[in-house]
């Protein structure tokens, strides 16, 4: 069974910084490309950043250059480092595991994050 489990999500100052961790298992993780998304309530679920299986990373405009997406597929985890967090940045984050070369498509509960005074 498929399962992605997200944590490190928590409340924060701003300014402040979290490290999420997206732990996958029944996926050969290597072979999937991993997305942090995040939605707050009534709005769209956005994507954050993304990672190849390469290693190869891709950036919202929004979080470029205050948040860095990792993994160690020995793992099968990757990382979301989120310094300078703002509070715009409050959502639940979700990670996802996509195959390039199939339909398979998978999502993890979500962890939430907080930022606020």
């Known amino acids: 069974q498929v399962q992605l489990v997200e944590s490190g999500g928590g409340l924060v100052q701003p300014g402040g910084s979290l490290r999420l961790s997206c732990a996958a298992s029944?996926?050969?993780?290597?072979?999937?490309?991993i997305s942090w998304y995040r939605q707050a309530p009534g709005k769209q679920r956005d994507l954050v950043a993304k990672?190849?299986?390469?290693?190869?990373?891709n950036y919202a405009d929004s979080v470029k250059g205050r948040f860095t997406i990792s993994r160690d597929n020995s793992k099968n985890t990757v990382y979301l480092q989120m310094n300078s967090l703002k509070p715009e940045d409050t959502a639940v984050y979700y990670c996802?595991?996509?195959?390039?070369?199939?339909?398979?498509?998978?999502w993890g509960q979500g962890t939430q994050v907080t930022v606020s005074s």
């Open positions: 996802n595991a996509d195959n390039e070369w199939s339909s398979a498509n998978y």
């Open positions: 990672i190849t299986g390469a290693g190869n990373t």
């Open positions: 029944g996926i050969i993780f290597r072979t999937y490309r």
